[in-house]
Structures are given as C-alpha cells and as structure tokens.
C-alpha cells in the first residue's frame, strides 16, 4: 500500500488559452483502464479483498480508513490517494461517508505523476 497527494497544492497552475486553474497530474495509461466512482454512506465499507489489477483509490469527499494485510487502519481524506499492487489484499471503509475515484488498469506508475504522502 502506498500513499499519494493529488490535492491543490500539489498541483500546477495552468495559464494556456487564458486558463486560471490548478492541474494535479494523477495516472497516464496506454492500456484500457477502468475507472469508477464510489459513493460509500454512513459506515460504509469496501470489504477485504484481493486486486485483481493494480488499483488507485481517489479520495474526493469524506473521511475514511484503509488497510492492507497488516489489519492496522490508516486514515484518508480529499485530495489523498492510495495505491494497491495485484493480488494485495486491501479495505476501505467510513463511519461518515466518502466518495472516491477509483481507477484500476494493468498499468498503473502512480509514482510517476503525483507527490508522495509523508505519514
């Protein structure tokens, strides 16, 4: 399990074409990639279980707590991203609510586009 930071302030301003915004730079992939959007409610939960292919996880909205096999929680929160390899065993849950992207492809470098979290 790894930890990433798409928030604003890892971001980069984007003048072109009269732009004003902030772009954080997340995942590039030449292969298909899914990509989904979960809306977990009050103590909802994304039960233990295995990737099936890499995985990032997106935090939008919301608190919540992930895990590994190491059953030891680590709390998220918007702008935080989580990385799981293949075959890593992994959960996601909420006591408040949550809504996260979540995007899984063969290919996934997360390393390559967004800052590491310092926890």
Same mark, same amino acid.
């Given at each position: 399990?790894?930890?990433?930071?798409?928030?604003?302030?890892?971001?980069?301003?984007?003048?072109?074409?009269?732009?004003?915004?902030?772009?954080?730079?997340?995942?590039?992939?030449?292969?298909?990639? =899914?990509?989904?959007?979960?809306?977990? !409610?009050?103590?909802? /939960? *994304?039960?233990?279980?295995?990737?099936?292919? %890499?995985? @990032?996880?997106?935090?939008?909205?919301?608190?919540?707590?992930?895990?590994?096999?190491?059953?030891?929680?680590?709390?998220?929160?918007?702008?935080?991203?989580?990385?799981?390899?293949?075959?890593?065993? =992994?959960?996601?849950?909420?006591?408040? !609510?949550?809504?996260? /992207? *979540?995007?899984?492809?063969?290919?996934?470098? %997360?390393? @390559?586009?967004?800052?590491?979290?310092?926890?």
């Amino acid at each position: 399990m790894e930890f990433y930071k798409f928030d604003k302030s890892s971001g980069k301003q984007i003048p072109q074409f009269d732009s004003d915004f902030v772009m954080s730079r997340i995942i590039q992939t030449s292969k298909p990639a =899914h990509i989904g959007c979960m809306h977990l !409610g009050e103590k909802g /939960i *994304v039960g233990y279980h295995q990737a099936t292919v %890499p995985q @990032l996880l997106l935090i939008v909205s919301g608190v919540g707590y992930v895990r590994n096999e190491k059953d030891e929680y680590v709390k998220v929160l918007p702008g935080d991203a989580v990385f799981w390899e293949k075959d890593e065993w =992994h959960e996601t849950k909420t006591d408040t !609510g949550l809504t996260a /992207i *979540v995007i899984e492809s063969e290919e996934l470098m %997360p390393s @390559l586009f967004m800052p590491v979290k310092k926890l």
